[in-house]
């Protein structure tokens, strides 16, 4: 079981930069991976990025496509999202989740992660 805990979040301006981090303790497998999860206000839970523990492969949604980047570190104990360009809509409480196995065709499924953090805010002023 891998048990992931969030922090990084706070406020910002629109056009800024804040980083996540996600450590994520216990056994992990190669094919498996970590993501993150976004939830607006009044609005489902959604994909954001996500990144496979062995080849360190990313993967991520539209609506963060060259703004966002995910990394992780070569002990593969945290995963980072660097988050650029920031926009009030992005304003949402951001979570990790971890799964077993990774798979591109349901990356973005938060069905298929099994063990999740608390959450963190992120607050985009405009």
């Known amino acids: 079981q891998v048990q992931p805990v969030e922090s990084g979040g706070g406020l910002v301006q629109a056009g800024g930069s804040l980083r996540l981090a996600c450590v994520a303790s216990g056994r992990r497998f190669n094919a498996g991976g970590l993501g993150w999860f976004r939830q607006r206000p009044g609005r489902e839970r959604e994909f954001v990025a996500a990144i496979t523990w062995g080849q360190g492969t990313p993967y991520y949604s539209d609506s963060v496509k060259g703004r966002f980047t995910i990394s992780k570190d070569n002990a593969s104990t945290t995963v980072y999202l660097q988050m650029d360009s920031l926009k009030p809509e992005d304003t949402a409480v951001y979570y990790c989740?971890?799964?077993?196995?990774?798979?591109?065709?349901?990356?973005?499924?938060?069905?298929?992660?099994?063990?999740w953090g608390q959450g963190t805010q992120v607050t985009v002023s405009s």
């Open positions: 989740a971890s799964r077993l196995l990774m798979h591109s065709a349901t990356v973005g499924d938060l069905r298929t992660y099994r063990d």
